[in-house]
C-alpha cells in the first residue's frame, strides 16, 4: 500500500458511535497520540456509526444506509484512523462485501484500503515510539476477536505495551477467545453472552494484573460491566488512553 | 433431540446450568486445540495446505454432477453398487431394502454422520433390525440412549464416571471401574461378538474418489475395518458432497482432516475400499453398497454463496474453536449437526423458520473461520442466514419467518439516527442526559442480567473536539 512508503502529513480519525458516546476520553487520547506521532488528525463532523450492529443483524439495506454516510464525510485520500479492530474491520473487510453489488463497489473498496486500526498505524506506518513517565505497574492483554482474526493487528498493539519499561504485561489465558460481546449477540443469546464474559473475567482475576487493557470499546464495556455488575476487582482500559496517560507530560 | 420439540433457549439454559457438562467439554476442547496447534506448528505451511484443500473441495463442488456421475460408472465397474436418495426415507428405504432381501438380522455400524441425518437407527428399529454401533463413542450413547453432541467425538459430553456407570448398568455382568483400559476391554468384548455374528456392516465416507471409484473411510478404532470386511454385506452412507475427482487429491484433504480433527497426523486406520472380495480373496464382503444421500444439498449447491457450506469435510474443529459451542455442548443445537457448522447447515436443511433463535448464537468472533480447513467463511454464512431470516425475499427456506415489525422498525430508526447527524446529535444529548434512567427492560434488561448500566459521558466525543481545537476538515 502506498502510505507504506511515506508517513502522511493528514489522517482522519473515526471516532466510533461506542467512543463517541460512551468513552469519549478514548477518543481524544488517540488523536492525541497521533498528533503526537506527527500527523495532521482530521476529525470529521456528522459521523456516527459504522453500520455493524445491522450488518450482523439481518438488515444489509440499514447497514449501508449507515455505512454510505460515513464514506461520504472522508471524501481526501487521507488514510482513516479507527481506535477499534472491530469497527476497522467492519470498514475495511466488511464494506467490500456489502456493497459487492452495488454499481460504485470499487470506489468503496479503494474507501475501504484507506482504512487502520490505531496501533496498526501507530507502529506500522508512524514507526512511533513511546517513553514510560508511569509508574511500575503489571497489565494483561485482551485481544478483541476482529483486531486479532479480521485486522491481524495484535502484535501491533503489544509492541507498544512493550515499549513501556515499567509495564509488565502478564499472560492471559484464551487470550483471544471472544469476551461474548458480539454487539447485538449479548443481548439477543444473554445467556452464552453471559457464560462468556463471565470466563473472561475469571481469567483476567487469575492473572493478578491491576488491569486489563484491550483495543476495543466494545469488549471493555462488556468486561466491566460484568465486572462491575459481579463486584470483581477488574480494572479496564483501552490501549489509547493508558498510553497516553503514561507517556505525556501534564 | 429431535423426538423432542426443539426448544433452543431451554436447551441453552439446561446446558449452562450443567456443570458437569461444561467440565467435560473444556477440558476436552481444549486438548484437542492443543493438540491441533502442536501439530500445525508451521503457519506458512498450515496456509498452504488450507488453500490447496479448500481449491480441491471448491472444484468438486464445481464439477458434482460429472464427479458424480464418474465416481457411479467406476464404482459399479468394480462392483459396487450405486444407490441415489433424494430424501432421507428414500435413503432408509434403499437400506432397509438390501437388509430384508437377504434376511438380514444382524447389523453392526461405524460412525456416520450421514445416518444421523436419516435416523437410520431409529428407522430400522422400527422395522425390527437393531444396529450396534461400534465405534466407541457412539456405543456409549447408544447405551445411553443419547445422539452424538460431537461430529468427531460424539460423546465427548460423558466422562469416565458417567461411562462407567452406564457400562455397568447395561452391559450385564460388569462390576463399576472407571479405568479407561478396563472400559475399553468391556466394550471390545461386547463388539467382538457382534462383528463376528453380524450379517451387515454400515459404515460412513469420509470422502469417495471418482476417478478410481474408492471410498475412503478414516478411523482409530478398526471398528469401521471390521464393519467393513467381515459382514457379507457392506453398505456405505455418503453425502453427495463428498466426492473428488482424483486420487492425488486425497492426501492434502486426509492430513487436514485428521489434524484439525483430532490433532494427528494420520489415523490408526485409513480404510480404501474399492470392491468387494475378489475371487481368491480371503476376507471381504460379497456385497459393497453406496448410497448417495442429497437430502436438500442440491438446493444449497444452487445458491452462489451458501455452496461453500458443502466444502465441509466434517473435521469438527469449528466446533471445538466456538465459544459458544464449547459452552452449550452440542445437544442444545437440536438437530444433528451442532456447533459453527450446525448454525449454518441445520437452518438451510431445515429452514429458518425451524431454528428459531440458532443462527444468532454466534458472537461472530470468527474463531471457525480461522481453523476451518477448508476456508468455509462460516461468519459471512450465518449473516447471510440471519438476512435471509429477515427478509422475505431470501432463498434459504423459511427466509423471512424471523421477521417482525417492531425489530424492523427499530432498525430503520436506527439507520435514520445514524445517517442524519442533527438527530444523532439529538439522541446523544438525549442519551447523556436520559440515558441512566431507562428502565431495564427489553434489550437493557438482557444486558443488565450481568452487567451494569452502561453510563452515557457527560459530553461526546464531538464535544470535547470542538472544545480542544481539533480539525474538523
Redesign the interface.
Same mark, same amino acid.
Not at chain 1, 19 to 25: D, F, R
Not at chain 1, 41 to 49: E, K
Not at chain 1, 188 to 197: C, E, G, L, N, T
Given at each position: 500500500m502506498s502510505y507504506n512508503q511515506n508517513k502522511p502529513d493528514t489522517v482522519y480519525f473515526f471516532?466510533t458511535?461506542l467512543?463517541?458516546?460512551?468513552?469519549?476520553?478514548v477518543?481524544?487520547a488517540a488523536?492525541k497520540l497521533l498528533s503526537k506521532a506527527g500527523v *495532521?488528525?482530521?476529525?470529521?463532523?456528522?459521523? #456516527?456509526?459504522c453500520?455493524q450492529?445491522?450488518?450482523?443483524?439481518?438488515?444489509?439495506?440499514?447497514?449501508k444506509?449507515?455505512a *454510505?454516510?460515513q464514506i461520504s464525510l472522508f471524501p481526501e485520500d487521507h488514510p482513516i484512523v479507527v481506535p477499534s479492530g472491530s469497527c476497522a474491520g467492519m470498514m475495511k473487510v466488511h464494506y467490500p462485501?456489502l456493497f459487492a453489488e452495488e454499481p460504485d463497489q470499487s470506489e468503496i473498496a479503494a474507501f475501504s484500503e484507506r482504512i487502520f486500526e490505531l496501533s496498526e498505524f501507530l507502529v506500522r506506518i508512524m514507526e512511533f515510539r513511546l517513553a514510560d513517565l508511569g509508574d511500575p505497574v503489571s497489565v494483561t492483554w485482551h485481544s478483541s476477536?476482529?483486531a486479532a482474526?479480521?485486522m491481524k493487528v495484535i502484535e501491533d498493539s503489544k509492541s507498544l505495551l512493550r515499549q513501556l519499561h515499567n509495564v509488565s504485561l502478564v499472560d492471559l489465558e484464551n487470550e483471544?477467545?471472544?469476551c461474548?460481546?458480539?454487539? #447485538?449477540?449479548?443481548?439477543?443469546?444473554?445467556?452464552?453472552?453471559?457464560?462468556?464474559?463471565?470466563?473472561k473475567l475469571e481469567a483476567i482475576e487469575k492473572t493478578g494484573a491491576s488491569e486489563v487493557i484491550s483495543g476495543d470499546c466494545g469488549c471493555l464495556?462488556?468486561i466491566s460491566?460484568?465486572a462491575?455488575?459481579?463486584k470483581s476487582s477488574v480494572k479496564c482500559r483501552h490501549l489509547a488512553e493508558f498510553i497516553w496517560e503514561r507517556t505525556h507530560e501534564s | 433431540m429431535s423426538h423432542k420439540p426443539f426448544n433452543f433457549r431451554k436447551n441453552v439454559r439446561e446446558a449452562l446450568d450443567n456443570k458437569q457438562l461444561r467440565g467435560n467439554l473444556r477440558f476436552a476442547m481444549e486438548t484437542m486445540i492443543r493438540n491441533r496447534k502442536n501439530l500445525f506448528n508451521d503457519p506458512e505451511r498450515l496456509e498452504h495446505l488450507r488453500e490447496t484443500s479448500s481449491a480441491i473441495r471448491s472444484k468438486s463442488l464445481a464439477l458434482l454432477p460429472r464427479l458424480l456421475e464418474k465416481l457411479e460408472q467406476n464404482c459399479h465397474q468394480n462392483g459396487i453398487k450405486v444407490h441415489w436418495a433424494e430424501t432421507v426415507d428414500q435413503g432408509n428405504r434403499i437400506v432397509l431394502d438390501i437388509l430384508n432381501s437377504r434376511n438380514v438380522k444382524r447389523v453392526v455400524k461405524g460412525k456416520s454422520m450421514v445416518s444421523e441425518e436419516m435416523h437410520l437407527n431409529r428407522f430400522l428399529e422400527k422395522n425390527g433390525i437393531k444396529p450396534l454401533e461400534s465405534d466407541l463413542g457412539e456405543y456409549i450413547i447408544q447405551l445411553a440412549g443419547e445422539k452424538p453432541s460431537h461430529i468427531i467425538v460424539p460423546a465427548i459430553h460423558k466422562n469416565k464416571k458417567e461411562i462407567a456407570e452406564l457400562f455397568h448398568k447395561h452391559i450385564p455382568d460388569t462390576p463399576y471401574t472407571e479405568k479407561v483400559e478396563e472400559l475399553n476391554a468391556i466394550a471390545r468384548k461386547v463388539l467382538r461378538k457382534h462383528f463376528y455374528e453380524a450379517e451387515a456392516g454400515i459404515s460412513g465416507v469420509n470422502m469417495a474418489v471418482a476417478e478410481t471409484g474408492t471410498l475412503c473411510l478414516v478411523e482409530n478404532e478398526g471398528n469401521g475395518r471390521m464393519c467393513t470386511t467381515l459382514p457379507q454385506i457392506h453398505i456405505a452412507l455418503m453425502g453427495i458432497e463428498k466426492v473428488v475427482e482424483k486420487l492425488e487429491e486425497v492426501p492434502p484433504l486426509l492430513e487436514l482432516l485428521t489434524g484439525s480433527a483430532t490433532g494427528q497426523r494420520m489415523t490408526t486406520y485409513f480404510n480404501f475400499i474399492t470392491s468387494p472380495r475378489k475371487p481368491g480373496e480371503k476376507d471381504g464382503p460379497s456385497e459393497v453398497h453406496l448410497v448417495l444421500l442429497d437430502n436438500g444439498r442440491s438446493t444449497i449447491m444452487a445458491d452462489k454463496q451458501l455452496y461453500e457450506t458443502l466444502k465441509c469435510i466434517r473435521c469438527g474443529t469449528c466446533l471445538n474453536h466456538c465459544p459458544v459451542y464449547t459452552r452449550i455442548g452440542g445437544h442444545a443445537y437440536g438437530y444433528v449437526y451442532p456447533g459453527p457448522i450446525g448454525t449454518i447447515l441445520t437452518p438451510q436443511m431445515e429452514g429458518v423458520d425451524k431454528t428459531q433463535s440458532l443462527p444468532d448464537a454466534s458472537s461472530l468472533c470468527n474463531a471457525c473461520a480461522e481453523v476451518c480447513p477448508v476456508k468455509i467463511p462460516i461468519p459471512d454464512l450465518i449473516r447471510r442466514i440471519r438476512n435471509d431470516s429477515k427478509s422475505s425475499s431470501g432463498k434459504t427456506k423459511g427466509s423471512g419467518s424471523g421477521r417482525s415489525l417492531m425489530e424492523s422498525a427499530v432498525w430503520k430508526g436506527w439507520a435514520l439516527m445514524n445517517s442524519k447527524p442533527e438527530l444523532n446529535r439529538l439522541g446523544m444529548k438525549a442519551g447523556s442526559l436520559f440515558g441512566q434512567y431507562l428502565p431495564k427492560t427489553g434489550p437493557l434488561g438482557k444486558w443488565c442480567n450481568i452487567r451494569s448500566m452502561p453510563v452515557p459521558a457527560k459530553k461526546t466525543l464531538h464535544m470535547m473536539a470542538d472544545e480542544e481545537g481539533v480539525d474538523r476538515d
Open positions: 471516532g458511535c467512543v463517541e458516546g460512551l468513552y469519549p476520553e477518543g481524544m488523536i *495532521r488528525v482530521v476529525f470529521p463532523r456528522g459521523q #456516527t456509526c453500520g450492529p445491522a450488518y450482523n443483524s439481518g438488515f444489509p439495506e440499514e447497514a444506509k449507515v *454510505r454516510h462485501i476477536c476482529h482474526r479480521e483471544q477467545q471472544c461474548g460481546f458480539g454487539g #447485538t449477540f449479548s443481548v439477543k443469546q444473554p445467556d452464552i453472552s453471559a457464560a462468556m464474559v463471565r470466563d464495556l462488556n460491566g460484568a462491575e455488575y459481579l | -
